[in-house]
């Protein structure tokens, strides 16, 4: 279920001229956080007055979008040593992905073997991101 934010900040008295593009930089400051935390929404409505700058956000989703990424790491004639055994690069590769050894796949790109890591991870409540973003929003 979507809903709308509003995010409201009280000003001294801002002179005319930097009220614009305070007001701009808010909203796109506000419209990039929203797409790097994958947070979809319908709009972003911005608003100012020489003491108040304001965004709303329409349609903002309730949670992050589940994510499923699937991540090529090194060839597998590297990833694997004379015995079969997996080698440091690929047991790196897994640790840098969170993931372990038993979940790669192998896979053929450009006539060389590659192991892949499947990643998934599960979206995050917006209520639990806002405490943290809104405060930076604001400061930045």
């Known amino acids: 279920m979507a809903k709308d934010l509003l995010l409201e900040i009280g000003l001294e008295e801002v002179p005319a001229r930097f009220v614009r593009a305070a007001m701009d930089q808010l909203k796109d400051k506000t419209v990039k956080w929203l ?14 007055t020489p003491r108040r ?17 699937e991540v090529k790491g090194p060839a597998l004639k590297i990833a694997k040593d004379a015995e079969g055994a997996w ?13 372990d050894a038993e979940s790669f796949v192998v ?9 892949f890591a499947n990643k998934s991870s599960v979206g995050v409540e917006t209520s639990s991101l806002l405490p943290e973003a809104l405060p930076a929003l604001v400061t930045r």
Do not use: P
């Not at 797409?35 to 100012?48: G, I, K, M, T």
């Not at 700058?53 to 589940?66: E, N, R, T």
């Not at 896979?107 to 192991?115: G, K």
């Open 35 to 48: 797409n790097d935390s994958r947070l979809s929404f319908e709009e972003v409505r911005a608003y100012s």
């Open 53 to 69: 700058l304001a965004v709303i956000v329409i349609g903002l989703a309730d949670k992050q979008a589940d994510v499923n990424e």
């Open 87 to 99: 080698s440091k690069a690929a047991l790196g590769f897994g640790r840098s992905q969170g993931v």
């Open 107 to 115: 896979r053929e790109v450009a006539n060389v073997e590659y192991i």
